[in-house]
């Protein structure tokens, strides 16, 4: 979630939303929830690759807005009854289950115990999760069907080890003070004081409180239940949100990756296999912006950010700007339209997108006011992608 005073509305293409999903006319405080659809890839480079069914699966990536951040003052566009817990977790749920995704990257999940869980279990769903740390009530929860993979392996991401390095370079280099991380706008009070804990305040030019976003990710080893498939990992995150942290949020795409590739060397040595790659999240950024290019590329990082771990960032590429273009917006409302959720995967892997999920177009019905509302539980809309197996 991006919570920022201003519009932003990035010129990237985007296919037509279905017309068959919603009606104008049809408009009223007691429609449903929108249910996109898969859309194949259309390019012969991507589909002549084309194999049956029974070797491919499904991703989606949705940021279910944490109710704990719902509050009036945030999200006065949208209508009361559309914020109340019982009628978001219902519709949230009724999205999910249409959706039938093989895996849900699920972002901002605080109910999990009470209710997704018990819930998607239900549905033929087993899960991992990883709350944020701190006083921080929500995290990232990894769904999957038990009838489409089988977990192998799990591990944690708590982007707060990042002041670890911090200290450990203080350390060695007799600096007792740390290594200073330049503070760009730090002297301008931070927006959204409501979804503050108290952890957060202090001085952000001290790297340490600079870095201690309490934002999480977790990352899994999934085995298909397809035949002659490698493994494949699949990583789920949320970086932090604030604009003006922007170089916090470039250390912490940099630990991600970091992550990944040791998590990667991990499993390939103990399964004898070159697993794929997937990471799916809300990474709090643009396209265009350092964050994007560096996840996509693995380059753009400045000298000033802390060093996470010895590694070379693993090649990355977008799902949507492989197979259509980034869309205009993936969150919506009307202090901020723009693009901050990505699914990536590594190309020179053994999997390839040939079908990505529809996302509506800005003038349509369903989105025009802002999200949430009667038609869209989360201020942000599930991103997919359906993916062939190419072994």
């Given at each position: ?11 990237f ?16 405080c ?88 018990m ?71 931070l927006?959204d004081d409501?979804c ?64 990944l ?96 999920l ?8 369903d ?9 869209h ?15």
């Amino acid at each position: 979630m991006w919570r920022a005073s201003y519009f932003f509305f990035p010129r990237f293409s985007s296919p037509s939303y279905s017309s068959s999903t919603i009606c104008l006319c049809k408009m009223s405080c007691k429609a449903g929830p929108v249910i996109p659809k898969f859309i194949p890839v259309e390019t012969s480079e991507i589909t002549s690759i084309s194999k049956p069914d029974g070797m491919r699966f499904s991703l989606v990536s949705y940021n279910v807005l944490a109710q704990a951040y719902v509050k009036s003052a945030l999200f006065p566009h949208s209508p009361s009854s559309c914020l109340k817990w019982k009628a978001r977790s219902q519709a949230t749920l009724t999205v999910l289950k249409n959706l039938g995704a093989d895996f849900l990257c699920l972002q901002e999940v605080d109910e999990y115990d009470s209710f997704y869980m018990m819930n998607m279990e239900n549905l033929g769903y087993s899960s991992i999760y990883v709350q944020r740390s701190g006083q921080k009530r929500d995290g990232c929860a990894i769904f999957y069907k038990r009838t489409s993979a089988e977990l192998v392996l799990e591990q944690a991401i708590d982007y707060n080890d990042l002041i670890n390095s911090i200290e450990d370079t203080a350390a060695s280099s007799g600096d007792k003070d740390g290594v200073s991380i330049p503070s760009g706008n730090a002297d301008n009070e931070l927006k959204d004081d409501l979804c503050k804990a108290p952890g957060d305040h202090g001085d952000l030019n001290d790297p340490r409180v600079r870095l201690k976003r309490d934002c999480v990710g977790v990352m899994a080893v999934f085995k298909l239940k397809v035949p002659s498939c490698d493994p494949i990992i699949i990583a789920n995150t949320h970086l932090y949100w604030d604009p003006e942290l922007a170089d916090v949020k470039l250390a912490q795409a940099k630990y991600l990756l970091s992550c990944l590739a040791q998590f990667k060397q991990l499993v390939s040595s103990q399964l004898d296999c070159t697993p794929s790659i997937i990471v799916a999240g809300d990474f709090n950024s643009v396209p265009g912006d350092q964050v994007y290019q560096y996840l996509v590329s693995g380059s753009s990082l400045p000298e000033h950010l802390p060093e996470s771990r010895d590694d070379q960032p693993l090649p990355l590429s977008s799902v949507y700007a492989y197979t259509r273009g980034e869309p205009h917006f993936t969150n919506c409302t009307p202090g901020f339209t723009g693009t901050l959720d990505y699914i990536l995967f590594s190309p020179t892997g053994d999997v390839k997108p040939v079908s990505f999920l529809e996302l509506p177009e800005s003038e349509s019905p369903d989105v025009i006011g802002g999200l949430p509302n009667h038609y869209h539980p989360s201020d942000h809309l599930p991103i997919g992608a359906e993916f062939e197996v190419l072994q």
